[in-house]
């Protein structure tokens, strides 16, 4: 497994699995819309960014030559529309083109990342999605090709969008924070925990066909998350919990907003728990890291800058 293929690999698990196998020295080929979103891991001597567009078979074709392994990270949380069409895209049409260029360029390895209770009866697009192109690949796999899939609760790490992006909500609304969905429950897992298990399982015979769940040490509901959030920053904000009617109504108003800050497909995807139905799979054969051995240190460094900020105003300094 020395050249590795990497489809979403500029993204925030792309990042953490790149420079793992950077750091083992191995050749990784990361295919992107936007090469730019990964100058950081160009500077490892091993990793190249190829710009290109990953729904031409052709160009994945070509790409995967040489390739002793494919990873797929490609993932979204909206779509531009509201009826599934974009989710259909990159979950499903994507997978299937990625099991066709395999094959053409004789591609044994594949790893996917899907999204733990994804099933084909779920009530959000975005899980029964991720459902149908997890199924289609472990469908397509045989002798020839060797799948392993993913099924991750959120992923916490310094660059998250999860942790981060209710800080920066919570640090916007100083008085009081209305709160979509309060009892969803959750059981945050460690990028780089994620980024081993990926790693690890490469040329694991033992995992080819395997579907691993993966999560913390730890269960939280939304509302025990962000009033944690909301202590590390040592803010004074009210957590108001919205019940089932206005967790909607939220959903519906910001679903028009641009960027989609919350939609009526995240708040279905929040009707079903996200916790995993055992113990992280020994046989990746470590623990994994609790939640607040690791979101202390970077939203601590939010604290001190907004410590200083308000030294710098005061003309302490
Ligand atoms: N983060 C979580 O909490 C979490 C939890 C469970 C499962 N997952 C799954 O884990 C995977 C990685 O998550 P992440 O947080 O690293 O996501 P991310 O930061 O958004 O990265 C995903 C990458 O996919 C590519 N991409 C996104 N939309 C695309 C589209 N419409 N067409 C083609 N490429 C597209 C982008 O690469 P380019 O812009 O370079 O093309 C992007 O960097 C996803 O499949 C996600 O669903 C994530």
């Known amino acids: 497994m020395r050249n590795i293929c990497i489809l979403g690999g500029s993204g925030f698990v792309g990042h953490s699995i790149a420079a793992r196998l950077a750091a083992e020295r191995r050749n990784v080929t990361i295919l992107s819309r936007r090469r730019e979103r990964c100058r950081d891991l160009l500077v490892l001597p091993t990793v190249q960014v190829v710009e290109g567009d990953i729904f031409n078979t052709a160009f994945l074709s070509k790409q995967f030559a040489n390739m002793d392994a494919v990873i797929n990270l490609v993932g979204i949380l909206n779509e531009k529309g509201r009826r599934g069409k974009g989710f259909e895209r990159a979950h499903v049409t994507l997978p299937a083109k990625i099991v066709e260029a395999c094959r053409q360029s004789s591609v044994e390895r594949l790893l996917h990342m899907s999204a733990l209770k994804a099933t084909v009866d779920a009530p ?100 025990e998350l962000v009033s944690y959030i909301r202590r590390q920053l040592g803010l004074g904000t009210r957590i108001y919990g919205l019940g089932n009617g206005l967790s909607r109504l939220q959903a519906t108003v910001l679903g028009f907003m641009p960027g989609k800050p919350f939609s009526m497909d995240n708040y279905r995807s929040l009707q079903i728990d996200s916790v995993c139905d055992g113990d992280f799979p020994r046989i990746f054969g470590f623990r994994p890291t609790s939640l607040e051995s690791v979101v202390p240190v970077y939203l601590g460094e939010r604290r001190s800058q907004r410590y200083s900020l308000y030294r710098a105003l005061a003309r302490r300094r």
């Open 124 to 223: 959000s697009h975005y899980l029964r999605s991720k459902a149908r192109g997890e199924n289609l690949l472990h469908d397509a796999a045989g002798d020839r090709l060797h799948v392993t899939s993913f099924r991750a609760s959120v992923i916490f790490g310094p660059k998250d969008s999860f942790i981060n992006r209710f800080a920066n909500l919570l640090q916007l609304s100083p008085y009081i924070f209305p709160l979509a969905c309060p009892d969803a429950r959750f059981q945050p897992v460690y990028v780089e925990d994620v980024a081993k298990a990926f790693v690890r399982s490469l040329g694991d015979r033992h995992t080819f066909g395997q579907r691993y769940e993966l999560c913390g040490p730890k269960v939280y509901t939304l509302y």
